[in-house]
């Protein structure tokens, strides 16, 4: 891998990494909820995309500056873990779970689909 894509690569993520604090605040914000909506709105819009890019088959370099620096600073599995437990331990169970379920099947059927409209391209 050559210097400009590490490069590349790491605007790449910073970016993702700033529109990911863009989004997830301006969901929350409008949904005023215990639920971490901005979360699963963003996991849910980088997984779809992810999913686009794999089925578009894009080249090497191509595919890893927008799949593994743009949308994988986008996306994030660590919050969406973190969320779910302080949720549980403030004692709202049922949403935590809710949380894990709905991000995990929500997020099977986004990369489906984005990759099914990538494979159209």
């Given at each position: 891998?050559?210097?400009?894509?590490?490069?590349?690569?790491?605007?790449?993520?910073?970016?993702?990494?700033?529109?990911?604090?863009?989004?997830?605040?301006?969901?929350?914000?409008?949904?005023?909820?215990?639920?971490?909506?901005?979360?699963?709105?963003?996991?849910?819009?980088?997984?779809?995309?992810?999913?686009?890019?794999?089925?578009?088959?894009?080249?090497?370099?191509?595919?890893?500056?927008?799949?593994?620096?743009?949308?994988?600073?986008?996306?994030?599995?660590?919050?969406?873990?973190?969320?779910?437990?302080?949720?549980?331990?403030?004692?709202r169970t049922a949403?935590?779970?809710?949380?894990?379920?709905?991000?995990?099947?929500?997020?099977?059927?986004?990369?489906?689909?984005?990759?099914?409209?990538?494979?159209?391209?």
């Amino acid at each position: 891998m050559s210097a400009p894509v590490v490069l590349a690569v790491g605007v790449l993520g910073g970016l993702g990494a700033i529109a990911r604090y863009l989004v997830a605040s301006a969901v929350d914000r409008r949904a005023a909820s215990a639920f971490p909506a901005g979360i699963l709105v963003v996991n849910l819009s980088g997984t779809l995309l992810a999913g686009l890019v794999a089925g578009i088959a894009l080249a090497h370099d191509a595919d890893l500056l927008l799949a593994g620096g743009l949308l994988g600073a986008y996306t994030t599995f660590s919050t969406w873990m973190l969320d779910s437990e302080r949720l549980a331990r403030g004692g709202r169970t049922a949403l935590a779970a809710t949380n894990i379920l709905v991000s995990l099947a929500l997020g099977l059927a986004a990369v489906w689909l984005g990759r099914l409209v990538g494979h159209s391209f």
